[in-house]
Antibody, heavy 121, light 106 residues
Framework: QVQLVQSGSELKKPGASVKVSCKASGYTFTSYAMNWVRQAPGQGLEWMGWINTNTGNPTYAQGFTGRFVFSLDTSVSTAYLQISSLKAEDTAVYYC??????????????WGQGTLVTVSS | AIRMTQSPSSFSASTGDRVTITCRASQGISSYLAWYQQKPGKAPKLLIYAASTLQSGVPSRFSGSGSGTDFTLTISCLQSEDFATYYCQQYYSLQTFGQGTKLEIK
């Protein structure tokens, strides 16, 4: 069965960096897009962008350029989200979510359990 | 970027009620519209895609309709497990979520 398992919660200080992992299983990793979604405390879902798991090419939504980097290690079927120069407003749950095809033209159908990143001094 | 606006933002209903949530896109998105359900502390769950296609395993009391800019999610007979927050999402041009509709017990 399809599973996306994310790394555990992180507590970071402002200015630090964090790397969240998302390990996929139960399907061919490079055949489906991987999306990243943010949810700040008590707020709605924000689509951050996606990475083409076949080419490694990332696309970032408005507001998620510069400090956010999507990457892959296809040898272990894992996607990564790295955030640098962390700010308090980056405090949120971050989800990886598999797109039901190889591009953004299909909705995420399987989701990781979420990783809470807390930024606090 | 395409903006998605849901209404209402929240409302109360009773078990057994028929409820409808509306989602409007800032420009035409054909039928590239999905609906998700999210419960507190959990990841979103895909309910409907392509505006009206029920995801496998989702109860038939959920239905979706619309195309272009206006869409609806209908729950025909509310069950206790349906009280949650619902999001629409367009995937016509990149992806965007609506702000969510919180459905509470009356």
């Amino acid at each position: 069965q399809v599973q996306l398992v994310q790394s555990g919660s992180e507590l970071k200080k402002p200015g630090a960096s964090v790397k969240v992992s998302c390990k996929a299983s139960g399907y061919t990793f490079t055949s489906y897009a991987m999306n990243w979604v943010r949810q700040a405390p008590g707020q709605g879902l924000e689509w951050m962008g996606w990475i083409n798991t076949n080419t490694g090419n990332p696309t970032y939504a408005q507001g998620f350029t510069g400090r956010f980097v999507f990457s892959l290690d296809t040898s272990v079927s894992t996607a990564y989200l790295q955030i640098s120069s962390l700010k308090a407003e980056d405090t949120a749950v971050y989800y990886c979510a598999r797109g039901d095809c190889s591009s953004t033209s299909c909705p995420p159908d399987y989701w990781g359990q979420g990783t809470l990143v807390t930024v606090s001094s | 970027a395409i903006r998605m606006t849901q209404s209402p933002s929240s409302f109360s209903a009773s078990t057994g009620d028929r409820v409808t949530i509306t989602c409007r896109a800032s420009q035409g998105i054909s039928s590239y519209l999905a609906w998700y359900q999210q419960k507190p502390g959990k990841a979103p769950k895909l309910l409907i895609y392509a505006a009206s296609t029920l995801q496998s395993g989702v109860p038939s009391r959920f239905s979706g309709s619309g195309s272009g800019t206006d869409f609806t999610l209908t729950i025909s007979c509310l069950q206790s497990e349906d009280f949650a927050t619902y999001y629409c999402q367009q995937y016509y041009s990149l992806q965007t979520f609506g702000q969510g509709t919180k459905l509470e017990i009356k």
